[in-house]
C-alpha cells in the first residue's frame, strides 16, 4: 500500500479549493470549526461547563454541543452576542482582504 504524503494533501486541497463550490462550501466549515472552537475556548478560560452556560443562557447543553462541535447550522448573530456577552467578550466583525486561499474571515 501506498503511504500519502503531507504534501500531496496539500496539493490536492489547493487543486480543491480552485472549485468556487468547493472552496465556499470549505469556507463555511472552516470558518464553523475556528468559531465553535474559540467559543470552547473562552467557556472553559471561565471556568464553565457546557451545562453551567446553558443555564447562564436559557438553552439546552446539548445546544452548546452542538455549538461548540460546528454542528449547529442555525446559529444567529443574536446567539453569538448572547454567548459573547455571557463570557464577558464583545463581537468584532472585520472583512479583511482575502488571501491567498480566498478565505477572509478570522475568529479571535
Not at 2 to 12: F, G, I, M, P, S
Not at 53 to 76: C, H, P, W, Y
Not at 90 to 100: G, L
Amino acid at each position: 500500500m501506498k503511504r500519502a504524503r503531507l504534501e500531496k494533501v496539500d496539493t490536492h486541497l489547493q487543486n480543491e479549493l480552485k472549485n468556487k463550490k468547493f472552496r465556499k462550501a470549505y469556507e463555511i466549515e472552516r470558518t464553523k470549526v475556528a468559531l465553535a472552537q474559540r467559543i470552547a475556548e473562552l467557556r472553559e478560560e471561565k471556568h464553565l461547563n457546557q451545562s453551567e452556560l446553558a443555564r447562564k443562557l436559557g438553552v439546552s447543553q446539548q445546544f452548546i454541543s452542538q455549538i461548540e462541535t460546528g454542528q449547529e447550522s442555525n446559529l444567529t448573530l443574536d446567539t453569538i452576542l448572547r454567548l459573547a456577552r455571557t463570557l464577558g467578550r464583545s463581537v468584532k466583525i472585520t472583512f479583511p482582504k482575502a488571501s491567498r486561499n480566498g478565505s477572509s474571515l478570522q475568529v479571535a
